[in-house]
Nanobody, 114 residues
Framework: QVQLVESGGGLVQAGGSLRLSCAAS????????MGWYRQAPGKQRELVEL??????KYADSVKGRFTISRDNAKNTVDLQMNSLKPEDTADYYC?????????WGQGTQVTVSS
């Protein structure tokens, strides 16, 4: 079992910044990928940014505004979000891929006011 705990969500005005953090614990041998997804009300969950073994994947909508960073020694992954827009409002979920499959955090809410 792998546990993922997110922190750092909240309310921010458009143009502001937030930093999300995710700490992983449990039966961790090696992560194939770690990253962040989000789900806005009434919409499907979508990829935000994901670090795999050799590359980073991200949504076009966050390019140049969001930056993901991963610390393999600490089993953490952070998401720095700058120039936030109202359309970034969503529940953000930390995700991790290990040999036994995908694990998800409980989610942290991000609200961007206009």
């Amino acid at each position: 079992q792998v546990q993922l705990v997110e922190s750092g969500g909240g309310l921010v005005q458009a143009g502001g910044s937030l930093r999300l953090s995710c700490a992983a614990s449990g039966s961790i041998v090696r992560f194939g990928a770690m990253g962040w997804y989000r789900q806005a009300p009434g919409k499907q969950r979508e990829l935000v940014e994901l670090i795999t073994e050799g590359s980073t994947k991200y949504a076009d909508s966050v390019k140049g505004r969001f930056t993901i960073s991963r610390d393999n020694a600490k089993n953490t992954v952070d998401l720095q979000m700058n120039s936030l827009k109202p359309e970034d409002t969503a529940d953000y979920y930390c995700a991790a891929l290990v040999l036994t499959g995908w694990y998800w955090g409980q989610g942290t809410q991000v609200t961007v006011s206009s």
